[in-house]
């Protein structure tokens, strides 16, 4: 089976809420996202779509864009704790497994690269891919998503 591509990913992301009350809650507790550090994005949903929308060019992150990736290694790459946890309480995790990442990000050493492996260490990608692929969507979302994935 073909992997998911980060454009498949964004047309996952985009009929997801906007944002999720436990994210904003992650971001205030460490002071990461939307509101601080100058934060160009409203919401974690915004950032992700700004993220991926530029992912196959270096875009405002400097990325290398001579190997197409898939979307595992787009989310084994980012250094936001509150982006990624937006992405599994938007998928609708078990409260569970997003208080034990919420719990781990805040018990990391330090902001960044160290939190976000500290939530993935409980929210992996095959864990969230899972969530993408059983979410229901609408008809049109449903073929949007199939239509992305074919870039």
């Known amino acids: 089976m073909k992997e998911l591509s ?7 992301i985009r009929p997801l809420p906007y ?6 809650e992650l971001e205030k507790a460490i002071g990461v996202g939307v509101g601080f550090s100058g934060a160009w994005y409203r919401s974690q949903k915004e950032h992700w779509i700004g993220w991926l929308s530029e992912y196959d ?9 001579k190997v197409l990736r898939g979307a595992s290694y787009a989310y084994n790459r980012i250094q936001c704790a509150p982006m990624l946890f937006w992405l599994s309480e938007a998928l609708s995790a ?8 919420f719990d781990a990000v805040l018990k ?3 902001k960044g690269a160290s939190q976000c ?5 409980i929210l992996p990608w095959h864990v969230v891919e ?14 949007q998503v199939k239509v992305s994935n074919l870039f």
Do not use: I, N, V
Request: charged residues 35%; positive net charge.
């Open 6 to 12: 980060p454009m498949g990913l964004l047309a996952h």
């Open 19 to 24: 944002s999720c009350t436990r994210c904003t």
């Open 57 to 65: 060019r270096p875009g405002a992150y400097r990325r290398e864009t």
């Open 94 to 101: 078990p409260e569970a497994q997003l208080d034990k990442a």
């Open 108 to 110: 990391a050493p330090s």
């Open 117 to 121: 492996a500290a939530l993935r260490r």
């Open 130 to 143: 899972s969530r993408l692929k059983r979410k229901k969507y609408t008809l049109s979302e449903k073929l």
